[in-house]
């Protein structure tokens, strides 16, 4: 069974740091790209940062410089630093990828709440 479970989020003040974890199960992790997006309140989702299978990275204007996406296939698990939290960033944030195999995976979602 394919599987994204995404853990980390909490609550936290503006100019505070949060790693968010997503870790894969069910599918041959290394061989996809992986993305975070996030849903604000009242908002629709967004992309937030990819890591592609090799390792390149793009990120949303909004978080760059701030927020840093990493893997490591050995464990099959996508990290999300965030630093330098803004209210603005308060959302639930998904991890997804997508293959022909498996159409569009997403993990269940973790919050992030930054207080001002």
């Known amino acids: 069974q394919v599987q994204l479970v995404e853990s980390g989020g909490g609550v936290v003040q503006a100019g505070g740091s949060l790693r968010l974890s997503c870790a894969g199960a069910g599918f041959r992790f290394s061989l996809y790209n992986m993305a975070w997006y996030r849903e604000p309140p009242g908002i629709q989702r967004e992309f937030v940062a990819r890591i592609s299978s090799g390792g390149g990275e793009d990120y949303a204007d909004s978080v760059k410089g701030r927020f840093t996406i990493s893997r490591d296939n050995a464990k099959n698990t996508v990290y999300l630093q965030m630093n330098n939290l803004k209210p603005e960033d308060t959302a639930v944030y998904y991890c997804?990828?997508?293959?022909?195999?498996?159409?569009?995976?997403w993990g269940q979602g973790t919050q992030v709440t930054v207080s001002s």
């Open positions: 997804t990828f997508s293959s022909i195999n498996f159409g569009v995976t």
